[in-house]
């Protein structure tokens, strides 16, 4: 059984995979509570849900590619199970989680895509370093960044632990904080070798908040 606040169909808007048709497992919970974050309605709501009827509803939409989301779902020992699952079914798995939990005890088919927390989200001290000894190349980092300061930070851990062409890195403007021109800018300056992310649904539907 899991908690989940929400199980719905839409279009990738982080990542590599933004821009494709994709269900979305959004889990219940979080230990973070970054300065940022626009998902706080799934730190508490949410219903109890079996693997199975998730799978069902998973399976209606006739769409390859999940994500489970939340929230963190690494909370949920459950979820480790459900990707799992989803794999052994032919399904794409995306993990969306905050770093600050195990990555390794997901399914080798799953791909982690993972947050390094800056110091301006109020969580740096959460990040769990050793995840990044875990990561292969087909998983991905993310960096919200919501300062300058942020974006130095964030360009020192890429260096200091040789993350540059590993795998894919994605430096993304914290939302209503930093204006995603400066961002850019930054890093045509510096030759910065990362990908600059906006979040494509917010995009397309401006008015309906983080989903639809």
Sequence with gaps: MLKVNRIFYSIQGESTYAGLRCV???LTGCNLRCSYCD??????EGETVSLDDIMRQVDDYECRLVEITGGEPLLQPASVQLADQLIKSGYQVLIETNGSMDIGQLPDGAIRIMDIKCPDSGEEKKNNWANLDLLNPKD?????ISSLDDYRWAKYVIQKNV???FCTIHFAPAAGVLEPSHLAQWILE??????????????IWPDEGQER
């Design 163 to 165: 993350l540059s062409g």
């Design 24 to 26: 979305f497992i959004r």
């Design 39 to 44: 998902t706080q309605y799934a730190w508490e």
């Design 190 to 203: 510096d030759n910065l070798d990362v990908r600059f992310h906006l979040q494509m649904h917010k995009m």
């Design 140 to 144: 991905e980092i993310k960096f919200v």
